[in-house]
Structures are given as structure tokens and as C-alpha cells.
């Protein structure tokens, strides 16, 4: 028997049959249980522990014969590394476990995921909805470039669920949304949402990247497809993009036939980090949410500080949905420093010790940054007034590092 047989590899990604070959059944419900386990075959490869790094752009047949049966019969099996790898199909699995999700689709990042859903289920004169609160990029893709294939986006004020009903019509095929949002921290009722959703007969998807399937459950609240990148708390260590989508299998099978044409996927080295990373997936998690929850608890009792926003604060708009919905409310804050310019503001950015000035989020290492200049610093004033991006925002993303350190560190910051 060969070494790719005795792993037990699931099937190619152009058939159709992507169920999981190791469910998770026997694992239970707990995540670090689910994380450690979910995905992998039992035995693998040269009776190792941990999965190997197949370096393979193409998987060899043994004759003729074993190509046609592997057409006519829709073997599992892998064909050409652009269609995936017998380490992508791990993570899948051990993804959709934790998602409570039929399946998952892995990308090579987040924004790779988001373009090949909207992408598939998205044609010339349909119409996307989205909260306006997002990722700047997101936004970009679908009003800069959507636009250039008939799509038509419309954009809402973030959980403002009448506007959204109001704009849908018959062209509406996807509803999309993130929770909470990137960088306002807006939490969605996702119930409300996918229930809006189902009443038109319109898709639903949410980016829960900032939740992560640990702190947010949307497919159990009835959305249709899930989100994340990978790039931040999966993967957890700031080495690695990757990107992420969750959802039924048979709405999941066109996305990922496109997938294999766009050759989005994750080389196999890529792969094995992010299986690393969800090893400690729990346990980050857990440490991300304490320090989000005791530095925003810090930053909102400082007079210098005017506001912060973090769904774990009782002064946050969405904090009753949160507390509804959330296991716990992550490592992001976003605050605002009292009667500051951009530049007093950037002074409290460059004092900090701990964390890294730098963009993304949900890495072991805390990262700071103001959007004003990070992601914003191209538009104009009217633009970031429209976005919602004053001055004097600043962004922190707790690491895993301990809190009181980070406390200490802002509080010498902010002394400056
Ligand atoms: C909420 C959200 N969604 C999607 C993305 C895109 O992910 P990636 O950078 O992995 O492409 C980001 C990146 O910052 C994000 O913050």
C-alpha cells in the first residue's frame, strides 16, 4: 500500500464528494480536543505524529486505466496541486469541525476567499448588500472591480437591518456582512439577518474574521456562508496568509471548482503552519479574549482616552447582542484619543514598547496602528468622514502577551 493510500486522502477537488473522512464524532464538542484532533487520519504517513509536507505540484497515477477510473469513477484522490493537497484537505476538515460547518474551502488568504465566493456566486446585473463597516478591501473589490462585470453594490449603514430589507430587490443575491466589524467593532444580530436572508430568498455571508469560529457560531444562527481570514487567529502567529470559507457542501461545491481555476490554494508549507497554529487554537483564544476585555477595561477608565470601542464594554452600542452571541470579544480595540490631532495620536502609536506598528490583527504578537495613516492615509478627508475613520482612531490588536505588561506599556505611552 502506498503512503498517499494509508493516509486515507480525501477526494480531488474538480468531484464532487468532499466529506470529511475523519469526522469529528468521537472528538466531542471541545474546541482544543477538535483543534488537536479533527482532520487527521489516525495513522499517517511513516507512522508519524504530525501530518507531512507533501512538495508535490502533481500526483502520478500508476497507468492509463488509473486515470480513466479515476474520472469515470470520481476517485478520491488528489490530481494537480492547483486543485489543492492532501494538507489543505486536513486543515478543511479540521476548519469545518470547528465551524460546525458540512465543509470548508481553503484559500491562499482572505481576500482570496472573499473574491472567489463573490466571484462564483455573482453574475452580470445581480446585486450584493453589504454593511458599510468592512475591511477596506472588501469594499474595494466589490465597488471597484464587481462593478467593472455588471454587479451592482449597494451599501448600508452597518446593522441598520430596515435599510438593508429596503434595498433588496429582485437582482439581490448575497447579503454580506462582517461581526463585529473591522475597525468599529459593530456586532451583528445574526439571526435577524440570515432571517432577512431566508424571508427574500437572498444568500447571506459573514466575515467573522475578528470573532473567529471560538467567540461566533453564524452558521448555527442560519447564515449561509462564513468567512475568515486565516491570516489572523488561526493561523495565530503572524507567519501565514490564508483564507477561509464555511458552509453546506453543495452550495461550497461550485466555489471550490472555481478555486481550482483561480489556483488560489495554499502551498503545502503554508498548509502545515496554519495546522500548527490551530493546534493552540483555544488556548490563544482564551488569552485574546482576557487581554482584549482587560486593556479596553484599562484604556476606557484613562482621561485620555474619549472612547473606545470593544463589544466586551457595557458602553459599547452592540455590547447586549454581544454578550447574547459571543463566548468571549477577541484581542481588537479600537479607541479614540481625547482632543487629539493625527499627529498627538501618532506620538502615542510610536511610544508604545510592546506592541509592533504594523497592520493585521490576531497574532501572538500585539500590533498597534492608526487607520488614518495605515489604510486610509490615500482617501480624502470626505472619505474617511464616510468610512468612519477619524484622526485621532487608533487600533490595537492584544497578542498573547501578559496583560498587565500591556497595560503598563499604554499606560507610558499615553504619558507621552
Ligand atoms: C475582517 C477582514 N476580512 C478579510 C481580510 C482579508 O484577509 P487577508 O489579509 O488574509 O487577505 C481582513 C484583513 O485584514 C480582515 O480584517
Given amino acids: ?37 479533527a482532520g487527521e487520519a489516525r ?11 507533501f512538495c508535490a505540484s502533481t500526483y502520478t497515477f500508476t497507468d ?16 494537480y496541486g492547483r486543485y489543492g493537497n492532501p494538507g489543505e484537505r486536513v486543515v478543511e476538515r479540521k476548519l469545518a469541525a470547528l465551524e460546525g460547518a458540512e465543509d470548508a474551502i481553503l484559500y491562499s488568504s482572505g481576500m482570496a476567499a472573499f473574491v472567489g465566493l463573490l466571484m462564483t456566486k455573482l453574475s452580470a446585473c445581480d446585486e450584493v448588500i453589504f454593511f458599510d463597516e468592512c475591511y477596506h478591501r472588501s469594499r474595494e473589490f466589490c ?11 449597494r451599501q448600508v449603514r452597518a446593522c441598520d437591518y430596515e435599510a438593508m430589507e429596503a434595498a433588496i430587490n429582485p437582482h439581490t443575491k448575497l447579503l454580506v456582512s462582517e461581526s463585529p466589524t473591522n475597525p468599529h467593532m459593530s456586532c451583528v444580530d445574526l439571526e435577524r439577518f440570515a432571517q432577512i436572508g431566508k424571508e427574500y430568498g437572498v444568500e447571506t455571508l459573514i466575515d467573522a474574521t475578528l470573532a473567529t469560529p471560538y467567540n461566533l457560531r453564524p452558521i448555527s444562527a442560519g447564515i449561509d456562508y462564513v468567512l475568515h481570514s486565516a491570516t489572523k487567529y488561526l493561523g495565530g502567529h503572524n507567519d501565514l496568509l490564508a483564507g477561509a470559507i464555511m458552509g453546506k457542501k453543495d452550495k461550497l461545491e461550485p466555489v471550490r ?34 487581554n482584549g476585555q482587560r486593556v479596553a477595561e484599562f484604556l476606557e477608565n484613562h482621561p485620555r482616552i474619549e472612547r473606545v470601542l470593544y463589544p466586551g464594554l457595557a458602553s459599547h452600542p452592540y455590547h447586549e447582542i454581544a454578550q447574547e452571541t459571543m463566548r468571549g470579544f477577541g484581542g481588537l480595540i479600537t479607541f479614540f484619543v481625547k482632543d487629539a490631532d493625527w499627529r498627538e495620536t501618532a506620538n502615542i502609536v510610536d511610544a508604545v514598547k510592546i506592541p509592533r506598528i504594523a497592520p493585521s490583527l490576531g497574532g501572538v504578537e500585539s500590533l ?13 478627508p470626505e472619505e474617511r468622514r464616510e468610512y468612519g475613520i477619524p484622526d485621532n482612531m487608533i487600533r490595537l490588536s492584544c497578542g498573547i502577551e501578559n496583560s498587565e505588561d500591556l497595560i503598563a506599556d499604554l499606560e507610558q505611552a499615553l504619558r507621552s
Avoid at 17 to 36: I, N, Q, W
Fill in 143 to 153: 465597488t471597484k472591480h464587481l462593478s467593472r462585470f455588471g454587479v451592482v453594490t
Fill in 1 to 37: 500500500m502506498s503512503h498517499v493510500e494509508m493516509s486515507n486522502p480525501p477526494k480531488n477537488a474538480g468531484t464532487s464528494d468532499h466529506t470529511p473522512r475523519e469526522p469529528a464524532e468521537g472528538f466531542g464538542e471541545d474546541f482544543s480536543t477538535l483543534s488537536v484532533h
Fill in 368 to 380: 498597534i496602528e492608526q487607520p488614518l495613516v495605515m489604510s486610509y492615509y490615500q482617501c480624502t
Fill in 43 to 53: 495513522q499517517k504517513p511513516g507512522d508519524s505524529i504530525t501530518d507531512p509536507i
Fill in 64 to 79: 492509463t486505466q488509473a486515470v480513466i477510473n479515476y474520472i469515470e469513477q470520481n476517485q478520491a484522490r488528489e490530481e
Fill in 257 to 290: 471548482k472555481l478555486r481550482g481555476i483561480m489556483g488560489a490554494v495554499n502551498g503545502p508549507q503554508n498548509v502545515y503552519l496554519l495546522s500548527r497554529g490551530l493546534k493552540t487554537f483555544e488556548l490563544r483564544m482564551q488569552r485574546h479574549n482576557e
